[in-house]
């Protein structure tokens, strides 16, 4: 029983003794434990996502975030096993580090390495760049470096750059991150979908269990979005390439050119490009939407709408420009060919072929100078006026001035019309012309489609219309046919093409120093040309726009001829072959055969082994002559009778058959045209006459 009783009692005090140090750990030192714990465990660790992917249209990677990498080397790591293994492999360390890294030799690296290792460093430098995941791969398989970081002392730090597949391509428009990824971005898409691309952080907290860090996920981090953009790589290729080499022609300073789809208003292509000090082009600033330049003579586009849809004019309304020089309320109004004399008397449709001032800026007066107000209503009602909302930030607001407003005196309407005494970013012009091009629908230009995530589109953006109508049918039909006029008859040739119709405005005009006029020091000019292809049935529009100093200065020679170029291959590169004229190298293909001497027709398809019907009796050494027809599996051979007093007929013949078998006949030919032949004068199973001529029309 005793026994028994020392038992509970030692339990018993056990026990207490138990309690009491557990009273004692919560509260009398409750404070000193929580610090032991904190020096082991870290909370709420922030994890970053990965930043989504911009795309092009047709899917391919614009900008993505890569990781690169800083590698180092622990030459304490694995002890002296280690360092004896590194010692044995160092020559295929060196020679396999300089096939990676060319610009260094394996001797470099083989100094550099064994000054590491003297160091006994701990976090030793291998390379000084930064390298890619594909680098870092390769030179994780060399000898050594392939253990563990504990065992073999390589190791890595990360960095996640963003990065531009197609370089610089778009690359203003893209945008930019700061170099510290966690300020987020500078501009561009980038800016403006930050919060779908950047995605939300993850927390988690760092505890120490057995000597080692475990990372306890709280919140898992969420990955950015995707953003579809509606940039198609193949036509920004198109427009920077055609631009830039005229930029370097010319020797200008600035130079833009937008691409647009003009029934949803999706940008296809945008380059900005600026002359650097190096005497380069490169995209520094978004000058398609930020410039606030007076546009010139694609204005006037706009003020002959104006002046058309009030019944002010039609396009026969006739000015006589004179010499070219008028007088506007004591100050001259000059065409550029004033010196060559001007143009003389000519109606609205030929002063926009020929972009003259002096018939604009006086139709413009003549009828609203008592109520210049009608004339600004007038361009409000096209909202040519209006900010875009664009979904990158940057986009400068249009400035057009009305009578009430400080500065406006009576030349300002003249020149307003022409161009002069409003700012108008390029953006906003190539968004009035697309609308000419929409039947009159004005569409906010749009640069991002979608954005997705995980295969699914989180978020479509839709085409927003602007102005359901910017005027009347009979107003749209008029302008679009004088500017039609305006490439193919006008000072707009350039800009056309032979194998479509194109419509546009050409403008040329004098840029503002400001306070210090126009005409200080040298003059510098913009040029541009804005339009839409084809005309009838427009798909595209697109305007260039090139800043310049000193003349010459051409809209049409400079601008239009690098929106012809884009127009071209733009064209070229959407063109569609209808599948069912592709031909199987198996099939038997059935040539159309011109008429002619048959025998000869047989000879040559029975070579070829196509499929013959003939209907015609075989007469050897004689001259036979036929027609043929081309059925859907074989050439079918049809002879005609031989009429000596008669005419034969040649049609459906070449030149050569049709002359020989003629003047055989003592007949004499005179031909019009190429191809074959489709009429003749005297014809077939009329009388002979002799010496008479026979006219073969060919096509």
Same mark, same amino acid.
């Given at each position: 029983?005793?026994?028994?009783?020392?038992?509970?009692?030692?339990?018993?005090?056990?026990?207490?003794?138990?309690?009491?140090?557990?009273?004692?750990?919560?509260?009398?030192?409750?404070?000193?434990?929580?610090?032991?714990?904190?020096?082991?465990?870290?909370?709420?660790?922030?994890?970053?996502?990965?930043?989504?992917?911009?795309?092009?249209?047709?899917?391919?990677?614009?900008?993505?975030?890569?990781?690169?990498?800083?590698?180092?080397?622990?030459?304490?790591?694995?002890?002296?096993?280690?360092?004896?293994?590194?010692?044995?492999?160092?020559?295929?360390?060196?020679?396999? #580090?300089?096939?990676?890294?060319?610009? @260094?030799?394996?001797?470099? *690296?083989?100094?550099?390495?064994? +000054?590491? $290792? %003297? /160091?006994?460093?701990?976090?030793?430098?291998?390379?000084?760049?930064?390298?890619?995941?594909?680098?870092?791969?390769?030179?994780?398989? #060399?000898?050594?470096?392939?253990?563990? @970081?504990?065992?073999?002392? *390589?190791?890595?730090?990360?960095? +996640?750059? $963003? %990065? /531009?597949?197609?370089?610089?391509?778009?690359?203003?428009?893209?945008?930019?991150?700061?170099?510290?990824?966690?300020?987020?971005?500078?501009?561009?898409?980038?800016?403006?979908?930050?919060?779908?691309?950047?995605?939300?952080?993850?927390?988690?907290?760092?505890? %120490?269990?057995?000597?080692?860090?475990?990372?306890?996920?709280?919140?898992?981090?969420?990955?950015?979005?995707?953003?579809?953009?509606?940039?198609?790589?193949?036509?920004?290729?198109?427009?920077?390439?055609?631009?830039?080499?005229?930029?370097?022609?010319?020797?200008?300073?600035?130079?833009?050119?937008?691409?647009?789809?003009?029934?949803?208003?999706?940008?296809?292509?945008?380059?900005?490009?600026?002359?650097?000090?190096?005497?380069?082009?490169?995209?520094?600033?978004?000058?398609?939407?930020?410039?606030?330049?007076?546009?010139?003579?694609?204005?006037?586009?706009?003020?002959?709408?104006?002046?058309?849809?009030?019944?002010?004019?039609?396009?026969?309304?006739?000015?006589?420009?004179?010499?070219?020089?008028?007088?506007?309320?004591?100050?001259?109004?000059?065409?550029?060919?004033?010196?060559?004399?001007?143009?003389?008397?000519?109606?609205?449709?030929?002063?926009?072929?020929?972009?003259?001032?002096?018939?604009?800026?006086?139709?413009?007066?003549?009828?609203?100078?008592?109520?210049?107000?009608?004339?600004?209503?007038?361009?409000?009602?096209?909202?040519?006026?209006?900010?875009?909302?664009?979904?990158?930030?940057?986009?400068?607001?249009?400035?057009?001035?009305?009578?009430?407003?400080?500065?406006?005196?009576?030349?300002?309407?003249?020149?307003?019309?022409?161009?002069?005494?409003?700012?108008?970013?390029?953006?906003?012009?190539?968004?009035?012309?697309?609308?000419?091009?929409?039947?009159?629908?004005?569409?906010?230009?749009?640069?991002?489609?979608?954005?997705?995530?995980?295969?699914?589109?989180?978020?479509?953006?839709?085409?927003?219309?602007?102005?359901?109508?910017?005027?009347?049918?009979?107003?749209?039909?008029?302008?679009?046919?004088?500017?039609?006029?305006?490439?193919?008859?006008?000072?707009?040739?350039?800009?056309?093409?032979?194998?479509?119709?194109?419509?546009?405005?050409?403008?040329?005009?004098?840029?503002?120093?400001?306070?210090?006029?126009?005409?200080?020091?040298?003059?510098?000019?913009?040029?541009?040309?804005?339009?839409?292809?084809?005309?009838?049935?427009?798909?595209?529009?697109?305007?260039?726009?090139?800043?310049?100093?000193?003349?010459?200065?051409?809209?049409?020679?400079?601008?239009?001829?690098?929106?012809?170029?884009?127009?071209?291959?733009?064209?070229?590169?959407?063109?569609?072959?209808?599948?069912?004229?592709?031909?199987?190298?198996?099939?038997?293909?059935?040539?159309?055969?011109?008429?002619?001497?048959?025998?000869?027709?047989?000879?040559?398809?029975?070579?070829?082994?196509?499929?013959?019907?003939?209907?015609?009796?075989?007469?050897?050494?004689?001259?036979?002559?036929?027609?043929?027809?081309?059925?859907?599996?074989?050439?079918?051979?049809?002879?005609?009778?031989?009429?000596?007093?008669?005419?034969?007929?040649?049609?459906?013949?070449?030149?050569?058959?049709?002359?020989?078998?003629?003047?055989?006949?003592?007949?004499?030919?005179?031909?019009?045209?190429?191809?074959?032949?489709?009429?003749?004068?005297?014809?077939?199973?009329?009388?002979?006459?002799?010496?008479?001529?026979?006219?073969?029309?060919?096509?």
């Amino acid at each position: 029983m005793t026994r028994y009783f020392f038992i509970v009692l030692l339990m018993g005090l056990v026990g207490i003794a138990i309690v009491v140090k557990g009273a004692m750990i919560m509260f009398a030192e409750r404070q000193y434990w929580q610090d032991v714990a904190d020096r082991f465990v870290k909370e709420n660790v922030a994890v970053k996502p990965n930043r989504g992917n911009i795309l092009s249209s047709d899917g391919k990677l614009m900008a993505s975030s890569l990781p690169e990498y800083r590698i180092y080397m622990d030459f304490k790591a694995g002890g002296e096993k280690k360092d004896t293994m590194f010692m044995n492999h160092l020559g295929e360390i060196c020679e396999g #580090l300089h096939q990676i890294f060319p610009d @260094k030799s394996a001797a470099e *690296f083989k100094r550099h390495l064994l +000054n590491g $290792r %003297k /160091k006994g460093s701990r976090n030793f430098l291998i390379y000084p760049k930064r390298i890619s995941y594909i680098q870092y791969k390769e030179a994780k398989r #060399l000898p050594v470096f392939n253990l563990n @970081k504990y065992r073999g002392g *390589f190791h890595e730090q990360a960095y +996640n750059q $963003r %990065k /531009k597949p197609f370089g610089s391509l778009a690359a203003q428009t893209l945008g930019r991150l700061y170099a510290d990824t966690a300020l987020g971005a500078r501009n561009g898409i980038e800016l403006a979908f930050d919060t779908l691309l950047k995605g939300r952080d993850g927390i988690t907290h760092r505890q %120490k269990v057995m000597n080692k860090y475990l990372n306890i996920v709280d919140l898992p981090p969420v990955d950015g979005c995707d953003i579809i953009s509606t940039i198609d790589v193949g036509m920004q290729d198109i427009c920077e390439k055609a631009l830039v080499d005229k930029l370097k022609e010319i020797n200008a300073n600035v130079g833009v050119a937008v691409l647009m789809e003009v029934a949803t208003g999706e940008v296809k292509a945008i380059v900005n490009m600026m002359k650097a000090n190096d005497g380069n082009y490169y995209e520094m600033n978004s000058n398609a939407i930020s410039d606030m330049l007076e546009p010139g003579s694609t204005f006037k586009t706009a003020s002959i709408m104006v002046a058309l849809e009030d019944g002010k004019i039609t396009p026969d309304t006739e000015v006589d420009t004179g010499n070219g020089i008028m007088n506007m309320y004591g100050s001259k109004m000059r065409d550029h060919n004033w010196h060559r004399g001007g143009y003389g008397k000519i109606n609205v449709t030929r002063i926009l072929e020929v972009s003259s001032n002096v018939g604009v800026s006086y139709l413009i007066d003549k009828h609203y100078k008592d109520n210049p107000q009608k004339f600004v209503d007038g361009l409000k009602r096209m909202s040519i006026d209006q900010p875009l909302h664009l979904q990158i930030p940057g986009e400068g607001k249009p400035n057009i001035k009305g009578p009430k407003e400080r500065y406006f005196a009576k030349t300002t309407l003249p020149w307003m019309s022409i161009g002069y005494e409003t700012q108008v970013p390029p953006m906003n012009i190539l968004t009035f012309y697309n609308a000419i091009a929409n039947n009159g629908v004005m569409v906010r230009p749009k640069f991002v489609k979608a954005a997705v995530k995980d295969g699914e589109v989180i978020e479509k953006f839709p085409t927003e219309v602007i102005n359901a109508k910017i005027c009347s049918d009979h107003t749209l039909t008029q302008i679009r046919e004088i500017l039609r006029k305006v490439v193919s008859e006008g000072l707009a040739k350039p800009a056309g093409s032979k194998q479509f119709s194109v419509s546009g405005k050409t403008g040329t005009a004098q840029i503002s120093q400001g306070a210090a006029g126009y005409k200080s020091g040298r003059v510098n000019y913009l040029v541009s040309f804005c339009g839409y292809f084809p005309s009838e049935a427009p798909k595209y529009s697109c305007i260039v726009s090139i800043q310049k100093p000193g003349l010459p200065a051409s809209g049409g020679l400079m601008a239009g001829s690098v929106f012809g170029k884009i127009a071209e291959r733009v064209y070229a590169k959407n063109l569609r072959f209808d599948i069912r004229s592709a031909i199987d190298s198996t099939t038997n293909v059935i040539p159309a055969v011109k008429a002619g001497e048959m025998n000869e027709a047989l000879c040559v398809l029975n070579e070829l082994d196509v499929p013959v019907q003939k209907q015609f009796p075989e007469q050897k050494k004689k001259e036979l002559w036929g027609h043929t027809q081309a059925a859907p599996s074989a050439v079918i051979l049809q002879g005609q009778e031989d009429s000596s007093g008669t005419v034969p007929s040649v049609i459906g013949m070449g030149a050569k058959d049709a002359v020989y078998l003629l003047e055989s006949k003592g007949l004499r030919v005179r031909l019009n045209g190429v191809g074959r032949v489709k009429s003749q004068s005297i014809a077939g199973g009329s009388r002979i006459v002799k010496g008479q001529t026979v006219v073969l029309t060919l096509r």
